[in-house]
């Protein structure tokens, strides 16, 4: 039997109602001071999550940024696919680059409309883009850098959304993945979906149905990403990020308790040969 066909425009829009208040229950709502500080959050209860995250983000500004700016000799042009509140983004305009932040949510929680916090004195506000990334509306060739923060297993279709980032990105550029769960082999990362399936009534409660209603991704792996990327022509290197103890021992963990393997985000860069 066929699966039923998905009316991608209204679940999408269900999803976005829904996983804005999921966020907002989570606590993701931040007042302007704190969203001044992401990723460096070192007080509430998401400050655990974003020391992991801020390990990623050091690694970024170390191994692509930074090499990138040095040898151009000019800013970069960044785009923010799945930014969120446009933390990144808008660190980046602190380093002086050229950002632009683009996800699909505007919510105040922590879509776009949150990005207004960033507003200080005479600065120019957060350039902001509201748009799925499957479907980017921005000319080819416009960036050096184009970023996936924590979004890209959010894509319903991995091979399009690779295409649509290599459009706009410049020959001599990067794609960059950040904070995306990755696994070694496909059977961890389906064992976490259906984990969170089965766990989603008491997880989201009333608002599972909308936000398990698109069939993402979920996960990467090194095998689904060289499938997607076979026909762009496009090479990837991991880098491999030290996070804190208690990150880097939950494998070890999962072993002894008989569990599936948790994943990793690391930092993984793309570009042509």
């Known amino acids: 039997m066929s699966s039923p066909q998905i009316d991608t425009h209204s679940a999408l829009a269900g999803f976005r109602s829904d996983y804005a208040r999921q966020r907002a ?14 990723p460096y959050l070192r007080h509430g209860p998401l400050a655990r999550q974003w020391r992991v995250r801020a390990r990623t983000y050091d690694a970024f500004l170390e191994l692509v940024l930074l090499p990138m700016a040095a040898a151009m000799t000019r800013p970069l042009d960044v785009l923010d696919l799945g930014a969120g509140n446009g933390w990144l983004a808008q660190r980046l305009r602190v380093h002086g680059h050229h950002a632009l932040a683009l996800d699909v949510r505007t919510d105040d929680v922590d879509g776009l409309g949150a990005a207004r916090g960033f507003a200080a ?7 902001c883009v509201c748009a799925s990334f499957d479907a980017i509306p921005l000319a080819n060739q416009r960036f050096d850098l184009v ?10 279709d991995l091979a399009l959304v690779l295409r649509e980032a290599m459009r706009v990105v410049r020959a001599e550029g990067r794609l960059v993945i950040l904070d995306s769960p990755w696994y070694r082999c496909e059977q961890d990362g389906a064992a976490m979906v259906a984990e969170k399936r089965r766990l989603a009534p008491t997880t989201f409660g009333e608002r599972a149905p909308a936000l398990l209603a698109l069939p993402f991704i979920e996960f990467l792996t090194p095998a689904r990403l060289r499938s997607a ?7 990837w290197r991991r880098q491999r990020v030290r996070y804190p103890l208690w990150y880097e021992a939950r494998p070890l963990l999962a072993r002894l308790r008989k569990q599936r393997e948790p994943s990793r985000f690391d930092l993984w860069v793309g570009r042509l040969p």
């Open 25 to 38: 229950a989570e606590g993701r709502a931040l007042a302007p001071a704190e969203l001044r500080l992401l």
């Open 121 to 127: 004195g005479d600065a120019p506000p957060l350039q």
């Open 147 to 156: 970023v996936f923060n924590a979004s890209i297993h959010y894509a319903l």
């Open 229 to 235: 990327s076979r026909e762009l022509d496009l090479q």
